[in-house]
């Protein structure tokens, strides 16, 4: 699979907003009205802010967020 360009970060912030704005607006119901780009977008800005991801199946880390990335 080829390498994917990284996304801009104010296109990041752009489309977590919005997919937030959904959710926040509708609730579940907005969750499923997220599109892939805006679900990818707030998966990037929690990555980005710290937060450890959880292999499938694995437990759930004892601190979910990395501390020297939570700081910044």
């Known amino acids: 699979m080829p390498p994917v360009d990284p996304m ?11 997919a937030l704005g959904k959710v ?3 609730g579940r119901r907005g969750v499923t009205m997220l599109s892939i780009d805006e679900t ?7 990555a980005a802010m710290g937060l450890i991801a959880t ?12 501390p020297h990335l939570s700081e910044v």
């Not at 801009?8 to 919005?18: I, N």
């Not at 759930?60 to 967020?65: D, Q």
């Open 24 to 26: 926040d607006l509708w």
């Open 55 to 66: 292999e499938p199946g694995k437990p759930a880390p004892a601190h979910f967020f990395n």
């Open 40 to 46: 990818e977008a707030m998966a990037v800005l929690l």
């Open 8 to 18: 801009p970060s104010q296109t990041v912030l752009a489309l977590a907003s919005s």
